[in-house]
């Protein structure tokens, strides 16, 4: 057994679904790392049930590679899946259990790579970050990321390794998570003029967000890097009603804007609020003057671009041994990284078509290309000629 799937069998046994703690996760890295006195920093979240974890390995006074990963996994609940989720098991070269794609393969690698960090040794310094809730917002990364801003030297590359079978990835949409609360007014559905109901006007909203959406596929806001090339919007949620004789008080809907790095998704959703404002609060309060439209953020991460004629490209180039470089439908924390200066590329073992299915798995083949790839990394670390 490779040292790489011994660590994800153990990763793979803590249930880390974003609801959860990871904590246990967490510590047993700071401990594995501890066995070769590198130092973690924990940085919490204000509960003290969750944290990131920062190290570095090699020189801490001048810039190096960070590779990043976050610790948390989507849900199985309801999925019909045929092995234990949280247990690792393998059949015809594939490695099964919830996070082997999504994305502890690559983690368990990071850390099977340590000792040969350390043994370099680095002229130039690799740093482990690891971080919670990237499933549900990338959350966490941001107190992580507010840490490294602070620092006089800032990493020259950062290595995000969800999965993209081991392709160069420079470039995903941004996401921005909205809700919507309708609040009409109730009546006996005998007399529903005498209500405002709220299903009907949150309908009249959808309605609209899916006007913006088909309008967002215009030929002249394409991207070509991007399937599909244009921002999309969609209505993900909805409830609404007590029953079917009561003029519904209140809906709730939540919608998502997935944005081409070039716009704005915040742009897009002050569209369907100002349709609400002029449009449908005005019907409203003519029956009810306390009808009301409320909009909430619930999540939000950037999109990323990183220039393919860039140091970071080039790099990735190198170590992935391909500068066929492409984008991912999926968002990442690599926005994030990007905007406080640190380049970012998306390079990791598996694929996502296997990720937040029942019976995700990654390959033993893309595990030992891992191994690969973060060999190619300390050999290019080790030289002296500047990166």
Known sequence: MSKSRELLAT???????????????IEFVRDYLAQFDVPCELIYNEQRNKANLFATLGPTDRPGIVLSGHTDVVPVDGQPWTVAPFALSEHNGKLFGRGTADMKGYIACVL???????????????HIALSYDEEVGCLGVRALLAELEKRPVKPLLCIIGEPTELKPVLGHKGKLAMRCEVHGSACHSAYAPEGVNAIEYAAELIGELGRIGTALRAMDLHDP???????????????GG????????DCCFDFEIRALPAQDPRAVAAQLQHYAEAHVLPKMRTVNAGSDVRFSELSAYPGLVTDAKSQAARLIAQFCGSAEFTTVAFGTEGGLFDAI???????????????????????????????????????????TQAL
């Open 11 to 25: 990763l793979v046994a803590f249930d880390t679904t974003s609801r959860e703690s990871n904590l246990q996760l």
């Open 112 to 126: 099977a790579a340590v000792p040969d960090l350390l043994a370099a040794p680095l002229n130039l310094p690799v």
């Open 225 to 239: 890097r991007f399937d599909p090339p244009f921002t999309t919007v969609q209505t993900g949620l909805i409830s």
């Open 242 to 249: 007590k029953a079917l004789n009561i003029v519904p008080a």
């Open 341 to 383: 200066g640190i380049p970012t590329v998306v390079c990791g073992p598996g694929s996502m078509d296997q990720g937040h299915k029942p019976d995700e798995f990654v390959s033993i083949a893309q595990l030992d290309g891992c191994d690969a790839m973060l060999r190619r990394i300390i050999d290019r670390l080790q030289s």
